[in-house]
């Protein structure tokens, strides 16, 4: 039986490791969280805020997710996509899911997200 969503992993380029960790807790506002050692020498890199993991894994024939993306609820969603274009993050609202508000971004290797709100 299923009981929870533990994490989401995101692939991403060898080497882009400090631009990931400089969008992810810098722009977004995770924390970086240790990699067990066996999985570190692999590369990448593990982020959390709350209850949200995403993992980044290396990935030699790295292509970015441009369709799949790990759907992210924020609080404040006005205040969160001024703070991600602020930082330079691009912010594309779409109205297309009723009942909440809701837009995409990308990460620094081109990975999608979509962060979204219960409309009030």
């Not at 009981?3 to 080497?15: F, R, Y």
């Not at 722009?27 to 969280?33: A, P, R, S, W």
């Amino acid at each position: 039986m299923l009981v929870a969503l533990d994490h989401v992993q995101l692939a991403a380029p060898v080497g882009s490791e400090d631009r990931l960790r400089a969008y992810y807790t810098g722009v977004l506002g995770m924390t970086e969280i240790p990699k067990p050692p066996a999985l570190a020498a692999r590369g990448g890199c593990w982020f959390e805020a709350g209850f949200v993991q995403l993992h980044l894994g290396i990935q030699r024939d790295f292509r970015p997710a441009q369709k799949a993306h790990p759907g992210l609820r924020v609080r404040d969603i006005e205040a969160y996509a001024a703070r991600l274009t602020a930082l330079g993050a691009p912010v594309t609202w779409d109205d297309a899911l009723p009942g909440h508000r809701r837009f995409y971004s990308e990460d620094p290797v081109g990975n999608r997200l979509e962060f979204l709100e219960p409309a009030p």
